[in-house]
């Protein structure tokens, strides 16, 4: 396994971790109707400060195993997959700003869409814009792992 494919596994495995109880903790809160402004405000930073500081620490273990790799630059190969997996994240997150905004501009949505929470509508659209960013990010990373997997 590349230093590039460790990396990418790393933080796939990172992302889905933190985001996961984030969103698990926020169908907590509502579930105990205790769903506040100040308890998302809360939980986001908490989950910002956590992915940078795992992301950091992760990206420093790697480093130490695989030393004589992390200064490898990218080549052709590198480069093409990264593509792939752009190109397929930029799609769906396109789809997910084109709802963001599709969800603002026709508001009586809000009522199918998120039924029963009791957030302000700026707070639902930001939570759009968080999901399809992360479903981006974990489908940019799946994609670059299967053609580091399947070779190209």
Do not use: C
Request: net charge negative; no cysteine; hydrophobic share 50%.
């Amino acid at each position: 396994m590349s230093y590039k494919e460790r990396s990418i596994w790393v933080s796939l495995v990172a992302l889905v971790y933190i985001w996961f109880n984030y969103f698990g903790e926020i169908n907590t809160l509502h579930l105990a109707q205790q769903l506040t402004v100040d308890a998302v405000n809360d939980l986001l930073f908490d989950v910002v400060i956590l992915t940078i500081f795992l992301e950091i620490v992760l990206q420093i273990i790697i480093v130490i195993i695989d030393n004589k790799d992390a200064n490898y630059n990218e080549d052709e190969r590198d480069k093409l997959i990264t593509l792939h997996g752009s190109r397929y994240a930029y799609g769906l997150l396109s789809v997910g700003v084109f709802l963001a905004v599709f969800y603002t501009v026709f508001p009586t949505l809000s009522s199918y869409v998120f039924p029963t929470i009791d957030l302000p509508n700026a707070y639902k659209v930001m939570h759009l814009i968080i999901i399809f960013a992360l479903a981006a990010e974990i489908v940019k990373f799946s994609t670059q792992i299967y053609y580091y997997r399947r070779g190209f």
